[in-house]
């Protein structure tokens, strides 16, 4: 992480195995390695008028690895190498917070347009949104007396107080199995198996409180939302690093796509607070619950790598990575078809292929080692120049410092990333997000 992860022509480290897997074949002794992260996650949003801001800090288990190193020579292979880890992909630790005071951008509007066309008795929680179907059994949006197919809101577009919060949490961690052979010293080749496994957990509100003056019905609404989601896949990597001579690295990487089962599990409910109640039997909150089991396939990847080794001295590292976001697609059962294509389609419509580059150099001194890095996540949307800075790109300046003994080593390492990106819509007001993601890592290892 101290080279902004441009590592993939270098190897020896288990973290780098996880873009080229080749990068096992290189470890001349068996080692042990365990990493400790902290994290703070800063979000700053603007949405309508205002400007929030949100922090959350995590400490997590980065890495547990262990490569071992074979010694026993077969016609041109020095050795065969074997690697199983446990890394933490993702991790999904944040808080973002919103408001608009006042606003006359009421979601209850989305409620209504979505509501619209349908006569009341039809509406259902199969067909509609749990939210716009749950407004309708609060009173939040009622049909007009004259047409039972439109809607109209209890803010009717008065000015509203707005606060959104959303919360999320978890990770997304990988077991892994690799081998890897060093042919002569010359060519190494390794593959990779890995078994991902996802927790993800979200809470959120959106609560309006009515601005009106006069208003002596209507004075608030909150709206809960719960989803945890759950998942384990599978993916294979395969990759080579070439020397041609003693000073430069070439790696080459292939990652096919990972394959996921993902059940979620959801809730919404809505709590209401009237003057008087439009319906005496009214108990809130009034909650919809329900699950949903799908597969994900996620797209495969390449990764090119060129490594330059300076004798004992130093090392610079730069990776080129490429990924296509509009080949992912989701997979659900049959009775599910339509909904089916109807994302996948949205998929392919809106996102787009994406550059990722690093580089990074190591510097040593004695048994010190200093280390400094930069990596540039491009936009995962087609249309990316449509929302300026706001692209979903992201920026990762890294450094850090290593000690290596006989036995024993430790790294310390720094990460500061900053992206910009739209993660809210209430119908057409977007809110605009930059998370500041500042991360350090303590790893310690053993050599055998």
Known sequence: MAVAGAMGAIGADYS??????????????????????????????????????????????????????????????????????YNRLANYHAERYYRGNPTDNSILQSYADEATGTPADQLSYGDQSFESVLAYDAYLINPLPSDITQYTTVTDNADVDQRINVETRGATDELSFAV??????????????????????????????SL??????????????????????????????YRPSDWVRLGAAFHTPTYFGIRDEYSSSVTVSFDTLPNPDLVFPITYEGEFDYNLTTPMRFVGSVGVILKKYAFLSFDY?????????????????????????????????????????????????????????????????????????????TGGIGIRLKKVYFDLAYVHGKSKSVNLAVNDELAYDE?????VMITTGFRF
Do not use: C
């Not at 890897?180 to 409180?209: D, M, Q, W």
């Not at 990722?356 to 010190?368: C, K, S, T, Y």
């Open 16 to 85: 780098s195995v996880i873009n080229n897997p080749a990068g096992l074949g290189l470890f001349r002794k068996t080692e042990l390695m365990f990493t400790f992260r902290f994290e703070n996650m800063n979000t700053e949003s603007q949405y309508d008028n205002g400007f929030t801001s949100d922090n959350r800090f995590n400490f997590n288990v980065g890495n547990l690895g262990a490569a071992f190193a074979g010694k026993k020579e077969r016609g041109g292979w020095k050795n065969i190498n074997f690697g199983i880890g």
């Open 180 to 209: 890897a052979g060093n042919y002569k010293h010359k060519l190494y080749v390794g593959g990779y198996l890995g078994i991902p496994f996802i927790f993800y957990k979200e809470r959120g509100y959106h609560r309006e409180t």
């Open 212 to 241: 009106a003056a006069g208003d002596e019905v209507f004075n608030s609404f909150t709206m809960n939302d719960q989803l945890n989601t759950f998942g384990a896949g599978v993916n294979f990597k395969m990759g080579l690093i």
């Open 321 to 397: 990575e490429w990924v296509d976001y509009s080949r992912a697609q989701y997979h659900t059962a049959s009775e599910f078809s339509d909904f089916e294509k109807d994302v996948n389609e949205d998929i392919a419509g809106l996102y787009g292929s994406a550059h990722i580059f690093r580089a990074g150099a190591e510097a040593a001194l004695d048994n010190f080692r200093f280390r400094a890095g930069y990596a540039h996540y491009g936009s995962p949307y087609e249309n990316a120049a449509a929302l300026g800075d706001y692209d979903g790109s992201a920026n990762y300046f």
């Open 435 to 439: 998370a500041i993601r500042n991360s």
